[in-house]
């Protein structure tokens, strides 16, 4: 099926229309962003502060392992919940009965619990060769069985946040998610700094407030919409029968992120995977930039798609990318100046994670954000199906060179793979999108992005030389320039200087 809808010629009634979906799509963004915006600036921060626990108080070797561990419990949780929350997340957004939401939300709730412990029991028999996989090494049991009871908890946790997102409660499904980073890191920072405990209290700790958020949404979730009268065990063929075709792609997407992980520990060591992990974090930070449009964006074009709106999701889809680029690309050119400073900053003076490592992990995460709504009409038209191939291809083109290039040529290799796999597979599924519905790229704004963020990079290299050299000085001195260049060129308009501004005041709000 194809449904071609220009987003610059139909008529936008639905935004005269009180009450209508897309007429609510600033309002929408307002909310959702500020939620999911700052949620994720907290996450990220998180990740930079624990850099700087772990990394300078510990060592470089235990960072490893913390990757390692992370990175791991990034393959098991979608795996272990069979991609059941993407499924909750296209289809509770059209559940309008009460009743039947509980019953289909417990039964996947009881589903997952129940393969989650299976795969609990069958790891803890050989916990020496679960260390192995894991760290590299047979000698960490004990953290070994930390890291399985952590992920059958955080599994959970997935499957019951992802009720929030949809029912398009984000602000909701971000405090809960903020609340779980802040007790974290509130708890690492004091076994490592407070008690210098060893690497397996840390993961006590975080496994210990996992369960008590767990519990703690189980039981708000019950008061929210009450027990289940029954297990609706008809429901879930339906569910998996969108779920598991995400599942493969969900193991390959994990593959093309961060396989590399376990290709450098085993040739390089945890030390090497430490300083990888460092300079995946800061490559990174181009994703806040999606994430906060991106949670926000899967219940509303979910949700008009059903309501037989295709032109409404290429409005949206437009404005979203839009203001991703207006983001990411001026962060990215940031990185790719600042990256080498921050590293040693956060990691310590051994670290190293030069502007071109950054560079090329920035492109290649930025690529696969774009992906996250380019690619989304096969998810809204049901062909998810047809991902798979791509996402096969992609995987055996990033494990093929990390395996070729890595013990070669270090870590820069697998940044560049990284890179090289995510444009690729892009590219592909936006080609495969458009089949399915027609949506444009605002080019005028993409030219002022472009041209303003030139004028950053110029200013942040050359100003500095004469002025403060100091990395926070820089990081405001391009903010600002960036931003005066935009106005200049009028990348941004109006409207956008009324969103920003309701979008401060609201954070403004909520923060008091």
């Known amino acids: 099926m194809s449904i071609h809808g220009d987003p610059e010629k139909e008529p936008d009634t639905a935004s005269r229309t009180p009450g209508g979906h897309l007429g609510s799509l600033r309002s929408h963004l307002i909310g959702s962003t500020a939620a999911r915006g700052g949620v994720q600036v907290l996450a990220r921060l998180r990740s930079l502060v624990l850099i700087v626990v772990i990394s300078q108080w510990m060592g470089a070797r235990e960072y490893g392992m913390w990757s390692q561990v992370i990175a791991t419990l990034g393959l098991l949780t979608p795996l272990l919940a069979l991609s059941l929350p993407s499924a909750m997340s296209r289809y509770f957004p059209a559940l309008a009965d009460r009743r039947r939401l509980r019953n289909e939300l417990f039964t996947l709730f009881a589903f997952v619990s129940a393969i989650s412990l299976c795969l609990l029991g069958l790891g803890a028999i050989s916990l020496s060769s679960v260390s192995s996989i894991v760290f590299g090494e047979s000698r960490y049991t004990a953290e070994a069985l930390l890291f399985l009871l952590l992920m059958v908890v955080r599994t959970l946790l997935f499957v019951l946040r992802h009720y929030y997102r949809g029912v398009n409660r984000i602000i909701a499904y971000s405090v809960l998610e903020g609340v779980q980073s802040v007790c974290e890191l509130a708890v690492i920072a004091i076994v490592v700094i407070g008690f210098s405990a060893p690497f397996a209290s840390l993961l006590w700790g975080i496994l210990l407030v996992d369960?008590?958020?767990?519990?703690?949404?189980?039981?708000?979730?019950?008061?929210?919409?009450?027990?289940?009268?029954?297990?609706?065990?008809?429901?879930?063929?339906?569910?998996?029968?969108?779920?598991?075709?995400?599942?493969?792609?969900?193991?390959?997407?994990?593959?093309?992120?961060?396989?590399?992980?376990?290709?450098?520990?085993?040739?390089?060591?945890?030390?090497?995977?430490?300083?990888?992990?460092?300079?995946?974090?800061?490559?990174?930070?181009?994703?806040?930039?999606?994430?906060?449009?991106?949670f926000g964006f899967v219940p509303l074009a979910s949700r008009l798609w059903s309501e037989g709106r295709p032109q409404a999701v290429s409005r949206y889809m437009r404005h979203v990318l839009r203001y991703f680029t207006m983001l990411a690309l001026p962060a990215t050119g940031g990185l790719w100046l600042l990256a080498a400073r921050a590293g040693r900053l956060l990691g310590g003076s051994e670290i190293d994670t030069p502007g071109y490592l950054v560079l090329l992990i920035a492109c290649g995460l930025g690529a696969h954000a774009i992906s996250m709504i380019t690619a989304f009409p096969l998810n809204l038209a049901e062909q998810t199906r047809k991902v798979l191939p791509v996402s096969v291809g992609a995987a055996v083109l990033n494990l093929g060179l990390n395996l070729w290039l890595v013990p070669r040529w270090g870590i820069p290799a697998a940044a560049a793979s990284t890179c090289l796999t995510y444009v690729a597979r892009t590219l592909v599924l936006y080609g495969m999108s458009r089949r399915i519905l027609t949506f444009s790229w605002d080019l005028k704004a993409l030219t002022a992005t472009l041209f303003s963020t030139g004028v950053m990079l110029a200013a942040v290299h050359w100003i500095p030389r004469w002025a403060v050299r100091h990395l926070a000085f820089e990081v405001v001195l391009g903010v600002v320039v960036y931003f005066a260049a935009m106005l200049a060129v009028g990348g941004v308009t109006r409207d956008d200087l009324g969103l920003i501004r309701s979008l401060v005041s609201k954070i403004v709000r909520r923060g008091t």
């Open 211 to 294: 369960l008590a958020i767990l519990l703690t949404m189980l039981a708000a979730i019950v008061r929210d919409v009450g027990w289940p009268q029954r297990l609706s065990l008809t429901a879930v063929g339906r569910y998996l029968a969108f779920s598991l075709p995400l599942i493969p792609n969900a193991l390959l997407l994990w593959v093309i992120n961060l396989s590399d992980r376990y290709v450098i520990t085993h040739h390089l060591g945890l030390e090497m995977a430490g300083t990888y992990a460092i300079a995946y974090q800061l490559g990174g930070l181009v994703m806040l930039c999606m994430m906060p449009f991106s």
